[in-house]
């Protein structure tokens, strides 16, 4: 059984944001970007370094602007940060890790994404589905916790990972409870302006899947965004013996191209895991007043860009690492790809009163 844990909370985040004018606090330029590049009223375009610039109150004028909002104590205790800032703890492996550290420069306007800045640390470099989502896919300030960390499991007790030195899904929970005014709920959040959210399973099921029993996917959390386990039975690295590319050797999956046999098995034990997980948070929801959950489908949405890749812009459904490549590496989704993924939770979570 997986280990509980519980969490209050969540926030309204408008995600996609119009190419227009954009809105108090939204991106307006940085290195890739693609959308608009001016502000609303009495707001600014202000540079904060190659890869982010933001929409900024009263940047233009010295005249004091509605629009901009109180500040209250960061968690760092000496950065003001809006008041009306929206917070998101987030928690995964390497499909979802940018490198953050919790006693390193933390989220604020303008950084939303803490240590390392935008784009962070990714698998195959670039931006990843997170990324997307906070600096890009929303309307509002979006300062996001990423304490997600590549090669996790659920519970090292439960599935090793594939070093000792792994943070898992509990000792991301952990951590984040640690963290003074962030674990604790206290100056920075509260129930009404903050998002958890876990996308967990991927390393538990390739470490495990060849061995009997079952994969209870029982985690008790009060209004959570969930991803379920995308189909990685269909990644080069299960799924090919050969390719051209240099093979990934840095985390979970050391293994060898497997059996048609062994791609099967791997295959319904992630249908088994991704129905537990969707049956638990639709239960979340009736047995508990007030909790609300998401499910984003990360294995339809990986199977239907892979079953026609050309139509999504992609070279085909096996190629990594190299240009128009749908995988980055024989793992991970490339880039380009985790774009889709943000839009995707954007989408999911657009027009929703948390």
């Known amino acids: 059984m997986l280990t509980k844990f519980t969490f209050a909370a969540l926030l309204i985040v408008s995600f996609r944001t119009a190419l227009a004018q954009q809105n ?17 009223a009495r707001t600014t375009c202000t540079y904060m370094n190659d890869w982010y610039s933001q929409c900024i109150p009263g940047a233009s004028s010295s005249a004091p602007s509605s629009s901009t909002p109180a500040t209250s ?51 195959v470099g670039g931006v990843n589905w997170i990324d997307q989502a906070t600096t890009v896919s929303n309307h509002s300030l979006v300062l996001t916790y990423n304490y997600a960390y ?17 943070l898992s899904l509990t000792d991301q929970v952990n951590e984040f409870l640690a963290q003074p005014d962030v674990g604790t709920g206290t100056k920075i959040w509260n129930t009404s302006n903050t998002l958890f959210s876990v996308w967990i399973g991927i390393n538990d099921i390739g470490n ?38 240099q093979p990934y050797t840095d985390r979970a999956h050391q293994m060898l191209a497997q059996s048609t046999s062994a791609q099967a098995l791997e295959k319904s034990v992630i249908a088994g895991f991704n129905s537990k997980l969707a049956d ?3 239960n979340l929801t009736t047995a508990h007043t007030g909790v609300k959950t998401w499910v984003w489908d990360s294995n339809t949405a990986f199977g239907q860009v892979l079953d026609d890749p050309t139509a999504y812009g992609f070279v085909d459904s096996t190629s990594y690492g190299g240009t128009g490549d749908f995988w980055g590496n024989n793992l ?13 939770v954007g989408d999911l979570l657009q027009g929703t009163v948390w």
């Open 280 to 282: 638990r948070a639709s």
């Open 332 to 344: 991970h989704p490339s880039s380009a790809a985790q774009v889709i993924w943000g839009n995707n």
């Open 150 to 166: 590549g090669g996790a499991t659920i519970d090292a007790s439960l599935v090793a990972p594939y070093e000792p030195t792994v």
């Open 73 to 123: 104590t960061s968690a760092a205790g000496s950065t003001p940060t809006p008041a009306n800032a929206n917070y998101w703890f987030s928690f995964g492996d390497s499909y979802t890790q940018t490198g953050f550290l919790n006693n390193e420069t933390l989220p604020s306007p303008g950084n939303p994404l803490g240590n390392p800045p935008y784009p962070g640390y990714t698998a």
């Open 24 to 40: 108090t606090w939204a991106q307006c330029g940085g290195n890739g970007w693609t959308g608009g590049t001016t502000c609303v």
């Open 208 to 245: 495990s899947y060849y061995e009997p029993g079952d994969r209870d996917a029982n985690v008790g959390a009060h209004n959570f965004l969930f991803i379920n386990v995308p189909p990685v039975d269909r990644s080069p690295l299960v799924a090919l013996s050969s390719h051209k590319h």
